[in-house]
């Protein structure tokens, strides 16, 4: 069946840094995908989506593109700040009209001042 | 206008008793889904409800859960007779008719459940 694999966490980094969480894919059709951002104590919230190959995803700096020659959806941001510390989570639509969302297991980023 | 609005933020239920978790849609959705975060996971798709309607239910456990979606009121979750397993973070989702859910929707902030 479908999945979505993530780098695994925690994911340390001093403000400025440069950021990369990988995302990988598996998936019959043709999905959306998603990058959902979990502060402490919160929901989800949707951070960016692509709906379709080469599409880039943007939002507060950050930018993913869906590969579909490589099935990835890699998450950047150039210049992290610590308010972006949170869970990352990666997700991917199953491709039936139900539109249930398949998801990572979560990529947890601490940034240092 | 309110988000996805889900209660209580925290559940502490004994082991064998009910745990009901409610969620009000964002005002004019009328889809909702409901997903289980166990710790250290990522969220699993539940159940994906409209009005009066069980849309897809196949990832609920076979026994013990079941969701509704009344014409009037919240949406709810029901857990009979918990267990220790069951402790976990509840998530709802929402979207509007007529937008392919494809497109992504909005979740409420969550209900925790533990089971002692």
């Known amino acids: 069946g479908d999945s979505v694999t993530q780098m695994e966490g925690p994911v340390t980094l001093s403000e400025e840094a440069f950021l990369t969480i990988n995302c990988t894919y598996t998936?019959?059709?043709?999905?959306?995908l998603f990058w959902y951002v979990q502060y402490p104590g919160e929901g989800l919230q949707l951070l960016l989506k692509?709906?379709?190959?080469?599409d880039k995803g943007s939002n507060k700096g950050f930018e993913a593109t869906y590969r579909k020659e490589t099935t990835s959806f890699h998450l950047e941001k150039g210049s992290v700040q610590v308010s972006d510390s949170a869970v990352y989570f990666c997700?991917?639509?199953?491709?039936?009209?139900?539109?249930?969302?398949?998801f990572g297991k979560g990529t947890k980023l601490s940034v240092k001042p | 206008n309110a988000g996805v609005m889900q209660n209580p933020r925290h559940l502490v239920r004994r082991r064998g008793q009910e745990a009901r978790l409610r969620c009000s849609p964002m005002?004019?959705?009328?889809?909702v889904y409901w997903y289980r975060q166990l710790p250290e996971e990522g969220l699993k798709f539940m159940v994906y409800?409209?009005?009066?309607?069980?849309?897809?239910e196949s990832g609920m456990p076979k026994e013990r859960f079941s969701a509704e979606f009344p014409k009037e009121g919240p949406s709810i979750l029901r857990i009979q007779q918990v267990v220790r397993g069951d402790s976990a973070a509840y998530f709802c989702?929402?979207?509007?008719?007529?937008?392919?859910?494809?497109?992504?929707?909005?979740f409420g902030s969550g209900t925790r459940l533990t089971v002692v």
């Open positions: 989702a929402s979207s509007p008719p007529g937008r392919d859910p494809r497109s992504g929707y909005t």
């Open positions: 998936a019959t059709g043709y999905p959306s």
């Open positions: 692509a709906t379709k190959a080469d």
């Open positions: 997700a991917l639509s199953d491709g039936g009209s139900q539109g249930n969302l398949i």
């Open positions: 005002k004019g959705h009328s889809h």
């Open positions: 409800l409209q009005k009066e309607n069980i849309i897809d």
